[in-house]
């Protein structure tokens, strides 16, 4: 548990200083979206390709742990969806409020999951993070969407359209990529892996950094203390605790145990991903409620993660 700390310590205090970096000013608001955009669509895929076109894929029990985090999500967007009536007549839960509650409940951080799987367990860590990753951004994107237009937007998303945006989206492209290249990664040029390297390496600060940019501590306390259940407990419930504990078990009974168990816990155990409160203003959602969920799981996290990684680390 002390050496589990020891290596989370540095991620949380680095999102920290992303959040004095903006809180204070020294860092204006404009240039953060720009800094944002270059790890989302440079850095971070350049860390993904990287590190999938280098990995023994061979090894990796690719099967196993994705049907864990599936079935996962699935059992608790299935969950949310049933009890929504319950939500809306009990809590005054409005139809945008049900999309970031979803959002928050189902949707994970793989900036913060990567630098934790990097930082805990290097190389193998970061590999699995990245299947991991190839797994859960589909569907969560999939699912956010559906709900988004579903209880949320006035004009839903096409299929065409939204099936063009998934395909485009820099994660998912970035895997495809890495896999793509994996076999021939020994005949890639030398330079052009090490270009790669460095911009891989410089996305796991510069992901911390824009997830404690991206925090809004003054919105915290705006909710009614008779919705705090249905608009705030429930979400950090069910993505802190509820999410970890499914993919645990489900992977548990696939036969995954060792390093693949933990990542599978750290990509389940992180708050929701700070792109939600973005999909959230483009498609009609309660964009305040999720900058909230947002920023309360990314708090609580600090508590929730070691103790879910003292349960799996040997």
């Known amino acids: 548990m002390p050496n589990t700390l020891n290596s989370l310590l540095p991620i949380f205090l680095m999102i920290l200083i992303g959040w004095g970096l903006r809180a204070s000013g020294t860092i204006k608001a404009e240039s953060w979206d720009g800094f944002e955009k270059v790890t989302y669509l440079v850095l971070f895929p350049a860390m993904i390709a990287t590190t999938m076109a280098q990995a023994d894929l061979s090894k990796a029990p690719i099967l196993e742990m994705g049907s864990a985090l599936v079935l996962a ?3 608790v967007s299935a969950l949310l969806i049933t009890i929504r009536p319950w939500l809306e007549r009990r809590f005054a839960l409005s139809g945008p409020s049900f999309t970031s509650v979803f959002q928050g409940s189902t949707r994970w951080n793989s900036f913060v999951a990567l630098a934790i799987a990097t930082e805990l367990y290097g190389t193998p860590g970061a590999t699995l993070c990245a299947i991991a990753i190839a797994a859960m951004i589909p569907l969560v994107n999939v699912l956010a969407v559906s709900v988004l237009t579903r209880h949320a937007s006035a004009h839903p998303m096409r299929a065409k359209p939204f099936i063009l945006s998934l395909l485009r989206n820099p994660f998912i492209l970035a895997s495809i990529i890495g896999v793509c290249l994996n076999p ?3 005949w890639i040029p030398v330079p052009v892996v090490n270009a790669a390297s460095l911009l891989g390496q410089a996305s ?3 992901g911390l950094l824009a997830v404690g940019a991206g925090l ?3 919105s915290v306390p705006a909710t009614g203390t008779h919705s ?3 608009h705030l407990i429930l979400p950090i419930l069910l993505k802190l605790c509820v999410m970890p504990l499914l993919a ?3 992977a548990r009974f696939f036969g995954v145990s060792g390093v693949e168990l933990s990542v599978v816990v750290v990509c389940t155990a ?3 991903a700070s792109a939600s409160y973005i ?3 483009q498609f009609g959602g309660d964009s305040p409620l999720m900058a909230r969920i947002l920023t309360l799981q990314t708090i609580i996290a600090i508590v929730t993660i070691p103790i879910w990684l003292s349960l799996v680390t040997p």
């Open 204 to 206: 796991l600060a510069a």
């Open 248 to 250: 645990l078990s489900f």
């Open 184 to 186: 021939v990664s020994h």
């Open 279 to 281: 999909l959230a203003r």
């Open 73 to 75: 999500i699935l059992t």
């Open 228 to 230: 705090r259940f249905a």
């Open 270 to 272: 992180v708050p929701t």
């Open 216 to 218: 809004q501590l003054k």
